[in-house]
């Protein structure tokens, strides 16, 4: 299994039209991929500021587990560039971004432990 991280840095002012995005729109079309338990997370550090903004910004994580490579593979080919597109034509520089990809080594909820 893989864990699908994307880390997001959103200007405050677009904060909670961001969330509901997140909500409506990218979590039901990862889930139509096969991806699951997305969980959506405020990452606890003092807010910065966006350069390219001047806004104080907050991050968040966004976590979803993917049950195989070619998941993953298509949901990159097939769903995430029109995210990232309407990501970045809803918000532009208010929300940046990067993702990390997870090799799941041991899952306790999954394996029973």
Partial sequence: MILLNTTFCVDNPAADAFIEFIKDTYIPLATSCGMYAPLLTRVK?????????????????????????????????????????????????????????????????KDGL
């Fill in 45 to 109: 550090a003092d807010n910065g500021e966006n350069v390219l903004t001047g806004h104080i910004c907050q991050s968040y994580a966004l976590q979803v587990r993917v049950p195989s490579a070619r998941h993953l593979a298509e949901f990159r080919a097939d769903v995430l560039p029109n995210l990232y597109y309407v990501i970045g034509e809803s918000w532009g520089p208010a929300v940046q971004l990067f993702e990390t990809e997870l090799e799941v080594l041991l899952d306790p909820a």
